[in-house]
């Protein structure tokens, strides 16, 4: 069993030599990968929508304009090279000539410039806010676009990979309404694996394709992903050899590691600087009660976060202390608010507030949610309610797919508590500012600001810290954030979770991007059985 902390991953000097002998072997082509979706999606179009069931079949379609190492450093995809000018409002990106997408037609600087400007450059949640500092994008040939910045943005050069920002074909976008285009369901991209065919609620399947750019790539021949919404059926499907992987932590956490000790499966937690995600409860601020911060200090004193962590994370991550991971150095929290474990705290908070005890010992009722991915959001669902409980309030946990999820936190606004987890990102900008900046209160925008938490000091600062480009003024602008966010809690942090893959050890170069699992895997290959 290997497991790897993800604050080492991020910045130890070892990732280049895991790299190096995660390739030592020469590539052997052809096979199938099997992956276990855990949700499925509603459609394949990873520029309007990032979550993760999408994400990891997008990835294999689309290309971004580069990629990422595991330490960080841009790597060539549609974009061979590239140049950021000294006062930051001009970024040039030399495009690969000869690449086409998978219906034949020419991949140019026009495809670029629409993607930015007219797809995730607008309905993206997780890069919108940084791509709202692009004025426009000039194309003066078909291999060539240039972003004219409106402002610097300090966080874009890591916001380009596939998984984040999507390029999509103008040809088959442009003058529609890119949310409801049929392609969304059979997606026509540039990447290594192209669409094959969607057999609802069972498998999506992609195929080689034969004319992808990078030479002699991709390695296999197809990808299989098998829908298996039922955590313990799909650690079983592993165990069973019918599929080769689980990503994204979404088998049990108490089972992974006895899953990640058997001969054949491999535990890592490498592939996922791009998701740096923190768990935590997340809190609707418009309700009439929990909108009130001293309410919501009071629920944070009666959570204790190590019991989480050991007892439903099973020790993969770190308490949590802001909605900022802490592996993103560049955002050290420094001195913020704590909130030790202390129900007899709680109960005083919510006495001085005005909520006393009925005299059947209630003081107010909650529905809580959680996002269905796994078992650790449920389980936490259920620790939390019986938390509450001890401190007068009453709270139902509520079952709901993950359609209906979406619906119920980001469309009708019916919640009270939710059960979630937001990704980082690599950078602040990118990922956390789209939950608390108010500009981001987008209905019908999963995984934006669905708490609709306003703070005009708090929109002031993500603002700032978005075009700042001096390092050291950014990490006190990040400061300041967090210890605004541990004071108001619109959620209450949790964990910052180190997300693991289960897989199958035939399965080789599977997380040698800091995009990992939701990278196009044009290097993935599968090791013959002896």
């Not at 089972?255 to 609707?284: H, K, Q, W």
């Not at 009453?394 to 009270?416: K, L, Y």
């Amino acid at each position: 069993m290997r497991v790897h902390s993800f604050s080492a991953i991020l910045f130890a000097g070892v990732l280049s030599l895991f790299a190096s002998v995660a390739s030592a072997q020469a590539p052997v082509r052809g096979g199938t990968l099997t992956i276990a979706l855990p949700t499925e999606p509603t459609q394949l179009n990873s520029a309007i929508d990032t979550t993760q069931q999408v994400k990891i079949v997008a990835g294999k379609i689309f290309s971004g304009l580069v990629k990422y190492d595991l330490n960080m450093k841009l790597q060539p995809d549609l974009a061979t090279s590239w140049a950021v000018s000294k006062d930051g409002l001009k970024i040039t990106f030399n495009l690969r000539k000869g690449v086409k997408w998978h219906d034949g037609k020419p991949f140019t600087s026009a495809d670029v410039a629409f993607s930015v400007m007219k797809a995730f450059g607008q309905y993206n949640g997780l890069v919108r806010a940084v791509f709202a500092n692009v004025e426009r994008v000039d194309t003066p040939d078909a291999n060539t676009a240039v972003f004219i910045m409106k402002q610097p943005a300090a966080a874009i050069m890591n916001a380009l990979p596939v998984a984040t920002a999507t390029i999509l074909p103008a040809h088959i976008y442009d003058n529609t309404d890119v949310r409801q285009n049929p392609a969304n369901q059979k997606p026509i991209g540039t990447g290594p694996f192209r669409f094959v065919e969607w057999q609802r609620g069972s498998s999506i399947v992609l195929e080689r394709n034969p004319d992808y750019f990078e030479k002699g790539k991709p390695y296999l021949d197809r990808i299989v992903f098998r829908v298996i919404p039922d955590t313990q059926s799909r650690g079983a499907a592993l165990e069973a050899g019918e599929v080769d992987m689980i990503y994204h932590s979404t088998a049990a956490a108490s089972d992974a590691r006895r899953l990640g000790a058997l001969p054949n499966i491999e535990l890592t937690t490498y592939g996922y600087i791009f998701d740096s995600t923190v768990c935590f409860v997340e809190v609707n601020n418009e309700h009439p009660i929990l909108g009130k911060a001293e309410v919501r200090r009071a629920l944070a004193y009666a959570i204790d976060r190590k019991f989480v962590l050991d007892n439903i994370w099973f020790g993969f991550g770190t308490p949590a202390n802001t909605p900022i991971h802490n592996a993103l150095k560049q955002a050290a929290a420094g001195a913020v608010p704590q909130y030790a474990y202390n129900l007899a705290q709680a109960e005083k908070l919510l006495d001085e507030a005005g909520y006393k005890r009925g005299a059947d010992g209630v003081r107010f009722k909650l529905n809580i949610d959680f996002v269905p991915f796994g078992d650790q959001y449920s389980r936490m669902a259920q620790y939390v309610r019986q938390q509450l409980t001890q401190i007068g309030v009453q709270a139902e946990v509520r079952n709901t797919d993950f359609p209906g999820w979406i619906r119920r936190i980001w469309t009708t606004h019916d919640w009270d508590l939710n059960m979630s987890a937001i990704t980082n990102a690599s950078d602040p900008s990118i990922g956390v500012q789209r939950a608390y900046w108010s500009k981001n209160i987008v209905p019908g925008t999963p995984f934006t600001n669905g708490t609709h938490f306003k703070n005009a000091e708090v929109d002031k600062l993500f603002e700032q810290v978005a075009v700042e480009q001096n390092a050291t003024k950014r990490k006190a602008q990040f400061a300041s954030l967090q210890k605004i966010l541990a004071t108001e809690l619109p959620v209450l942090p949790l964990v910052s979770i180190d997300q693991f893959t289960l897989v199958n050890k035939r399965v080789q170069n599977h997380s040698t991007l800091a995009d990992g699992v939701y990278s196009g895997y044009s290097d993935v290959w599968i090791k013959a059985a002896k």
